[in-house]
């Protein structure tokens, strides 16, 4: 009882933060959008900031999704080649999906040719509807398919229109590949090549970067987070501490995560989230093995390395407890 108690409630959190990663945006200055911006507050502008000769990238508040910061939670990248402009990563909105379009034609008077995500969470795939209207190519991990055909990504997507009202609404769909890849991808586009890596089942089941080899730019969706606690949800957190390790070996200058600045120290940003899933995985662990009850060991771990990241209090209970059920099952 006590565990189907605590389950629920942390499931209700898990799902408050499911849509909260699904939220919404604005665009153009007279649309009904941008008055209700206005009226719920203020939130962080649509800038890109150039990385390379070819990559830049927009980022997301450090925040839960609202209304109030339109659901602008997360970051996405764009490589910049003479046949146009590829962006990674969708954004949380059709809204914030056409700020970024109007944003990469100020800044290369090009259009965008190809999508290509990172993986399939609502805050960086609502605004993909946008991108197709544009008549961009959308290119993902074929293991996202589950998802996206599931009842889950149906609800998430009804609860948005509700909690995430007027940025996702009616007309707001959820919008499938082009084009599914299965394994590594070679591209050269416009004379810029790409690599494009699955490293799922990480986060998600079908995480995928993107790296710039000659220009040493990485857009690591969410297998890296900066400067904030993760969001671990049902993730498969052994797995993602392969995917950092293999990310690593790309040797990157530059890494773009998916939620957090941009990091030019990217071996040392990646090991913090590789040891914060190791840290939940070892106490959590050890925890399940010895059959300690969850509320005593969440109580008795040391937190302190990381207490004073934001979103700390918001998600290390949930991920601690999904991690002690996934060392339940793992010993097994």
Known sequence: MRRTRLGLVIGALACAWAVGAALPVRAQAQSPQAAAQAATGEAASMT???????GWYVQGESALGSPANRN???????????????VVDALGSPELARELIAEVRRKTGKPVTHVILTHYHADHIYGLQEFKRAGAKIIAHRAALEYLNSETAQKRLEASRVELAPWIDANTRLVPADEWIDGPREMVIGGVRLLLQPVGPAHTPEDLVVFLPAEKVLFAGDIVFRGRVPFIGQADSRHWIAALDTVLGFDAAV????????????????????????YLRESMGRAARNLDPFEEAYRQTDWSRFENLPLFRVANRMNAYNTYLLMEREAK
């Open 48 to 54: 890109a900031r150039q990385l390379s000769a070819s």
């Open 72 to 86: 602008f939670i997360s970051n996405a990248g764009f490589i910049v080649t003479s046949d146009g402009v590829v």
């Open 255 to 278: 890494v773009v995560p998916g939620h957090g600045p941009v990091s030019t120290s990217a071996r040392q940003d990646m090991e913090l989230t590789r040891d914060y899933l190791r």
